[in-house]
């Protein structure tokens, strides 16, 4: 039963009673998205779980970097993979490669539910930057949106790798 929670509803997954849980987040999140995007842009989840997930081997501090840094990861990638495509097409743009009708609708609601959710937990220091990027993931039209949220989430990093951070 205890493997199967953890398979199924991982806790750093889930924050309690009236909130989404983290797939269906990323399912609103990666609406829209074509293929790999849509699985890169689904690692966002790195960020859901910051500050929620222990490793024995790492502080509680150290696991919340190493999630937020995984995020920034996929995020350089979709970039790295957008850049090469358009170099390679050059009459194509990022919302041909990137969203599957060219130019993905962006929900209000669905804007600020998605920040509500991602920071719910997170100790006020990071709480803004969280909503910030995760928006930006939400809304991404160009590289420079990818740049500008990696940005943002090395920000995050630093903050919680601050001597006086704490969770």
């Not at 840094?69 to 979709?78: A, R, V």
Request: proline share 3%.
């Amino acid at each position: 039963m205890k493997d199967e929670v953890a398979v199924n509803h991982p806790k750093h997954y889930e924050k309690g009673d009236g909130h989404i849980e983290c797939i269906d987040l990323l399912a609103i999140i990666c609406k829209g998205y074509k293929d790999i995007y849509a699985n890169e842009v689904g690692q966002s989840k790195y960020l859901y779980r910051t500050g929620s997930k222990g490793e024995s081997d790492l502080s509680k501090k150290e696991k919340a970097a190493q999630d937020v840094k995984k995020c920034i990861w996929y995020l350089e990638d979709i970039g790295k993979r957008v850049a090469c495509i358009l170099k390679a097409n050059p009459d194509k743009d990022f919302e041909d490669i990137v969203y599957y009708n060219r130019r993905k609708y962006i929900d209000p609601f669905e804007v600020d539910l998605i920040k509500k959710e991602f920071t719910y937990d997170k100790p006020e220091a990071i709480k803004p930057l969280i909503a910030e990027a995760i928006e930006h993931i939400y809304c991404l039209q160009s590289v420079t949106d990818i740049r500008n949220t990696v940005s943002t989430l090395q920000k995050v990093v630093n903050i919680i790798s601050d001597e006086s951070f704490t969770f």
